[in-house]
Nanobody, 122 residues
Framework: VQLVESGGGLVQTGGSLRLSCAVS??????????MGWYRQAPGKQRELVAL????????NYADSVKGRFTISRDNAKNTMYLQMNNLKPEDTAVYYC??????????????WGQGTLVTVTS
C-alpha cells in the first residue's frame, strides 16, 4: 500500500492548483483513518498544511493557508484532495500526503507519499 500524489506544478501568484493523494495497492483490508497534507520549502522544516479525519469531525488548517486551501476526501475512492486558491510565492514547497492506515486489528501504520512540487511565481 502506498500513497500516490499528483497535481503539483508551476503557477503564478493568485492562481489555483488541486493536489490529489490516492491510496494505491491492496486496500481491501485497509482502513484509512486520518489523512493530511504537509509541505517542506527549501531550507525549512516540514510543516502541517491541513488534516482531515476519517469521518465526522472538522478539518484543521495551518493559519497561513486558512481561507485559501480546502482539504477534502472521497472515502469510496480512498483519495484525498487539496484545493489551493490564491496561491502565494511563500506556498512554494514540496507537498506531501500523509495517512494513518489501520492495517490489522489494533495496528496502525503512518505512511507518506513521495511528494509533489508546487512552485508559485511572482
Amino acid at each position: 500500500v502506498q500513497l500516490v500524489e499528483s497535481g503539483g506544478g508551476l503557477v503564478q501568484t493568485g492562481g489555483s492548483l488541486r493536489l490529489s493523494c490516492a491510496v494505491s495497492g491492496s486496500t481491501i483490508s485497509i482502513n484509512v483513518i486520518a489523512m493530511g497534507w504537509y509541505r517542506q520549502a527549501p531550507g525549512k522544516q516540514r510543516e502541517l498544511v491541513a488534516l482531515i479525519p476519517s469521518g465526522g469531525g472538522s478539518e484543521n488548517y495551518a493559519d497561513s493557508v486558512k481561507g485559501r486551501f480546502t482539504i477534502s476526501r472521497d472515502n469510496a475512492k480512498n483519495t484525498m484532495y487539496l484545493q489551493m486558491n490564491n496561491l502565494k510565492p511563500e506556498d512554494t514547497a514540496v507537498y506531501y500526503c500523509n495517512a494513518d492506515l489501520l492495517v490489522a486489528a489494533g495496528v496502525t501504520v503512518n505512511t507518506w507519499g513521495q511528494g509533489t512540487l508546487v512552485t508559485v511565481t511572482s
